[in-house]
């Protein structure tokens, strides 16, 4: 029985569209019908997206010193909110979910203006600038991880988990095992669009100072920029280590399952991920990440057990050897890191979050959903 509609927005990249997927694919399956407002960035996940209709909205990034540049900003701004606010007035949404970025200001804002129920999630543990704007406006605020300056208790902050996609609920299935000396030691390391380079340069001559009955024993998953990859497989076929690199997996969720030891950026998704499918990592926060939200993603794993946190500018290709070597010669070590990080994952964030938007459509508080859940 169909419920009505749900206005989702989120900005136009991965971390902000694979939780609202999430979140839309569990809405869909309770019988809601589900729209997307997001910018034209997002065109290439528009055959993915499970949405009765995707509406590009007008937005733009707050960024600048200009004069010029701030009014011209918000002139778009103002544009986006005029025509979200036609596109609600037509869809007639029963709650406006917004996933962080620019382009969700403008649907947030004009929801508000129209009464309409509004809630945020919040994929970092340091709010990003967009949600930061919409906090004061919107009925609730939903949490990754509890985000920095809220109360676990504040009157409309709930720590519902970041929503991760089917594959890795699939994915942590597949329980951990630990890889003892002899034996094939599977090691992954990715770090984005914008992180990978650091790991090409780094990885492959921190491998290179590995004893040999060590390097003989790694199989290796990299990704890597498109304009790298040559570079990275001659150096690990010189050093004659099983390895596979490609700027994109198909099936990442698959391989962080399959591997002993995950080495990556920290990422809201990323950490969530490596949470929920319970694997040992080390986290080397991407230090240009704005408002610094990746070191903070790293340092709640790292508090669970689950990582450990290893700021860029101290890894030199002979401290990555110590950190790798040592964990490879320690499989109780790993398998230790491996349950805490599962103990830290949130499996069922999709339906919770699912289970607050509908709260929040029905015009209950957070309070009340809180009672209801006592």
């Known amino acids: 029985m169909a419920k009505g509609v749900i206005l989702l927005a989120a900005g136009g990249t991965g971390g902000h569209l694979f939780p609202a997927e999430a979140l839309a694919h569990e809405l869909i399956e ?6 997307l407002a997001t910018d034209r960035r997002a065109e290439r996940y528009s055959g993915q997206f499970p949405a009765t209709d995707i509406h590009a909205i007008p937005s733009a990034t707050l960024g600048s010193k200009n004069p010029v540049a701030v009014i011209s900003a918000f002139w778009k701004i103002w544009q986006g909110v005029r025509e979200a606010s036609r596109i609600i007035a037509r869809i007639k949404p029963e709650a406006v979910v917004g996933f962080g970025g620019y382009p969700t200001l403008p649907p947030l804002y004009a929801a508000t203006r129209r009464k309409v129920p509004t809630l945020i999630h919040e994929q970092n543990a340091v709010m990003g600038r967009a949600n930061k704007a919409l906090a004061g406006r919107v009925d609730a605020i939903a949490g990754g991880f509890l985000p920095e300056g809220a109360s676990a208790d504040g009157a409309k ?76 497989k001659a150096a690990y076929a010189e050093l004659g280590v099983d390895v596979q690199v490609s700027p994109f997996f198909t099936d990442m969720a698959a391989r962080m399952a399959a591997a002993h030891l995950v080495m990556s950026r920290s990422g809201a998704s990323t950490v969530s991920e490596i949470a929920v499918i319970g694997r040992p990592a080390l986290l080397v926060p991407y230090p240009h990440a704005l408002d610094h939200d990746q070191a903070a993603n790293a340092a709640a794993l790292a508090a669970a057990g689950g990582a450990e946190l290893h700021p860029q500018s101290t890894l030199s290709a002979e401290r990555i050897a110590q950190l790798v070597g040592g964990l490879m010669q320690d499989p109780d070590r790993l398998v230790a890191m491996a349950a805490a990080a599962r103990s830290a994952g949130k499996p069922n964030a999709a339906r919770l979050l699912a289970d607050l938007t509908e709260a929040i459509a029905s015009g209950k508080t957070v309070s009340d959903y809180r009672r209801t859940r006592a």
């Open 157 to 232: 902050t709930v720590t519902t988990g970041n929503p991760v996609r089917p594959q890795v609920l699939e994915a942590a299935k597949t329980p951990y095992t630990g890889s003892n000396e002899g034996e094939p030691f599977r090691l992954l390391v990715f770090g984005g669009s914008q992180g990978a380079q650091f790991f090409s340069d780094a990885v492959p001559a921190a491998v290179a100072l590995l004893p040999q009955d060590l390097r003989k024993r790694l199989v290796i998953t990299q990704q890597a920029r498109a304009e790298d990859v040559a570079r990275v």
């Open 30 to 35: 309770r019988g809601w019908k589900v729209h």
